[in-house]
């Protein structure tokens, strides 16, 4: 009898363990990751993460789709408290916290309900691409506004603006464009119907997290964060009874003069950043704090190779690194290939902020225009392999600004606290605009020409 009572707990115990070993996750979950660019100036890139998880062991990371609720973009595993995540191509790891969030490399997913709608006032700040190319407004980039209003009792309201921008104290110019809208809401298990008041009708998917103060709402795969002022929602009220209402608003801002001046004042900030001693910088070290991550970049320019590294609590928690055209990425201990897109942004490097200034750099693109801002500040527009970089250079010929769109990715960043390494003028403080802030990065330190050896380019220990 004893004997079958233990073998029955023996059995009970394996199945246990067999359970919490092969569980699954079901729901969504969603959050933001930010990309940093190996470079100042190069700015940092937002990347909204939503991913439905079903109990059979597929996901969905595509929740723009109208077929969100069955497409399959791979399949995951679950043993004891980590996730992992294969998509088509590459694949990622998450731990799941006692909370039940999913934690990742230097971000988090958080887990979302679809059965309810705190009300409020819900936005989302994105810098999308540049503002006004082809019109003949040159802009260092643009941004973009989205607003919705739930009040909890069935009815809505929404606010759209786009603007054209430069991003930096001091310094302006572009055009803004304004629509908005409103209607009744309903919402059952994720999927959110909006009708606006002349009949016309929207169907989304809304999911929510309601733990913290200010919920974090995730509305077709991009992420939505209530405010807490009125001001946002003051303005989308008023708008209530005018559905679908557009506006255009344009401030000042003059195209003064063609390529041959615009190449002059580039020439002219060369000079002032350090003239033939930035142009023969051949290799660069940097280091930085951004949102109490450390990044360490390694830049090649003959050899035409990139890499940076975050570190977190004195731990590498991932490694991207590009070469001629390849990439690949190391996350927590395993290697994967390097999306195209991110291929392409790191390349985009060496002709970005900075490094855009050298002589070598400036005539191999194509300079196209320069315009005139405000405070006696100009931003020259120039292209090189189907991407876009413009500089805003200051009265005393410094670089205070400066953009560049690759691969439909833009990138916007005002530069600050100029300081002089081994006779390079050098920006140590950076604003990035980014999708719901801005965020600061306070460079710690720049080695010019330093020696590096295969170590330095070398695959973390890990799962290669």
Known sequence: MKKAAWLLSLSLLIIYNLAAQTHTLNGVY?????SVSPLVGGGMTRNDIVILFRPDGTFNSEMDKPDWKTRVSGRYQVSGSKVTVNYIRGHDQFSIEKNGNLKGSGYILFKLNGLTIPPG?????????????????????????????FDGKGHFSNSRSAATIVSGDNVGGGSTKNSSGSGDYKLDHGTLTLTYTDGKTE????????????????????IYFMKNDNAGAAKTTNTMSQPGKTSTTTTAAT??????????????????????????????????????IKAVSYLDIPNNKIRIELWENGKMVSVEQEENGDGWQWLNGRKAIMPAARIAEMRSTFYSGL?????????????????KLKNNTYSVLCKLDGNDYIFAINDQNQLVAEANKTFGRTSVSALSDLRQVQGIMIPFHEVVTSGIKKLVIQYDSFEINPVFNADTWGVPAGDR
């Not at 989302?124 to 989205?146: C, I």
């Not at 390529?259 to 023969?280: E, F, P, R, V, Y």
């Open 203 to 222: 169907v989304h998917n809304f999911f929510c997290e309601t733990g913290d103060k200010k919920p974090m709402a995730a509305i077709d795969g991009g």
């Open 30 to 34: 969603g959050g933001i990751q930010f």
């Open 255 to 292: 195209d003064v003069t063609g390529n041959t001046d615009a190449k002059s004042l580039l020439l002219k900030a060369n000079s002032i950043h350090g003239g033939s001693k930035l142009d023969m910088i051949k290799t660069l070290q940097y280091s930085a704090i951004i949102m109490g």
């Open 355 to 371: 490094l855009g200034l050298r002589k070598p750099a400036i005539n191999q693109m194509q300079v196209l225009n320069m315009q």
């Open 121 to 149: 006032y819900y936005e989302m700040k994105r810098a999308t691409s540049f503002g006004g190319m082809g019109t003949g407004m040159v802009a260092v980039g643009s941004t973009s506004n989205s607003g919705l209003i």
